[in-house]
C-alpha cells in the first residue's frame, strides 16, 4: 500500500500562485504513475495533471500553460505548481497514482489506484 500526504493548499488571490506537494511512503512505487485531480462542492472530481510513462506531463486543457507537475530527485515526493490561479481553480486538490502505466497517460480517476486525502485550495476573486 502506498501512502500520500499532500500540503500546500491554502487561500489565494485570482493570479496568484501556490505549490502543491504530496509525499509518498509505504509501498515502493514508480512515480510515473503518479497525478493530481481536484473535486470542487457539487461537482465530479476532474483530472488536472500527471506523468506519462515517459516522465512527461500531461495536463487538462483548463490548465495547460498555468500548472506544471513535477517530482523531487528523490522521486517520493510530487509537486504542482500552480500560477494564474482562477476562481474556477478552487477545490480540494488530490494526490493519486495508478499501478499500470498501460495506457502511456490516464486522466481517468478509475485508474487510479491510491490516493491522498486532500488539500483545500481556494482563490478569491
Known amino acids: 500500500q502506498v501512502q500520500f500526504v499532500e500540503s500546500g493548499g491554502g487561500q489565494v488571490q485570482a493570479g496568484g500562485s501556490l505549490r502543491l506537494s504530496c509525499a509518498a511512503s509505504g509501498r515502493t512505487f514508480d512515480w510515473r504513475g503518479t497525478g493530481w485531480f481536484r473535486q470542487a462542492p457539487g461537482k465530479e472530481r476532474e483530472f488536472v495533471a500527471s506523468f506519462t510513462r515517459y516522465g512527461l506531463g500531461y495536463y487538462a486543457d483548463s490548465v495547460k500553460g498555468r500548472f506544471t507537475i513535477s517530482r523531487s530527485n528523490g522521486k517520493d515526493t510530487v509537486y504542482l505548481q500552480m500560477n494564474s490561479l482562477k476562481p474556477e481553480d478552487a477545490a480540494l486538490y488530490y494526490c493519486?497514482?495508478?499501478?499500470?502505466?498501460?495506457?502511456?497517460?490516464?486522466?481517468?480517476?478509475?485508474?487510479?489506484?491510491?490516493w491522498g486525502q486532500g488539500t483545500q485550495v481556494t482563490v478569491s476573486s
Open positions: 493519486a497514482a495508478r499501478r499500470s502505466l498501460t495506457p502511456v497517460s490516464s486522466a481517468r480517476w478509475s485508474d487510479y489506484d491510491y
